[in-house]
């Protein structure tokens, strides 16, 4: 799916709108302005959670010459690999809370969480954007209580697909748990299993 052409169209139906050509601009067509708007702040929300497509952990960053450590705007989130850290983005720049500084002296790794663009983001997770994106809209400007219902069902499908396609991509299952791993593993009876 495309978002220039095929999601903001998907949301115009939605609010019986006319579509707009593929070559045509948005700029200048106020519902297809709000149509691209509405996506973008929801693609932004869904995917600030962090997603297999859009996360990274162990990200080095270097300080420049003066120390600082400045985050891209393409950045949602930075939080440090190390749970022992405590460092933030502010001012767009690294914040290390517990010792109050923007400077650093070393390289610093973190799990980061992409602000990816919508074309780029897996197709199942582009329908779900799309999904409340639509009802969102739908919502301010038409507010048919039992059409809102139908969309909101559809939503919470597409949440669903997502996190399904999460679950297939991640590889994730039973045995990643560490209390069932230490239970398999085991060589003794235990007489209980501390924390």
């Known amino acids: 799916m495309n978002k220039y052409n095929d999601a903001i169209n998907i949301v115009l139906m939605t609010i019986g709108e006319q579509i707009i050509e593929e070559d045509l601009p948005v700029t200048g067509i106020y519902e297809a302005e709000l149509a691209d708007s509405v996506i973008e702040t929801v693609k932004e929300e869904l995917i600030s959670e962090g997603w297999s497509f859009n996360t990274d952990e162990n990200w080095d960053f270097t300080p420049d010459v003066n120390g600082y450590i400045t985050i891209p705007n393409t950045i949602l989130r930075v939080d440090p690999t190390d749970p022992a850290k405590n460092y933030i983005s502010k001012e767009g720049k690294l914040y290390d809370k517990a010792n109050q500084t923007y400077k650093f002296t070393s390289a610093v790794s973190c799990d980061v ?83």
């Open 113 to 195: 969480v992409w602000n990816t663009e919508f074309d780029y983001i897996p197709p199942i997770m582009q329908q779900y954007v799309v999904a409340k994106a639509s009802r969102i809209l739908y919502q301010r400007i038409v507010g048919d209580v039992n059409m809102l219902q139908t969309m909101l069902k559809d939503e919470q499908d597409a949440l669903i697909r997502v996190r399904i396609h999460e679950d297939d991509v991640n590889d994730w299952n039973i045995f990643d748990d560490t209390s069932v791993s230490r239970a398999i593993t085991r060589t003794s009876n235990p007489v209980g299993i501390r924390g």
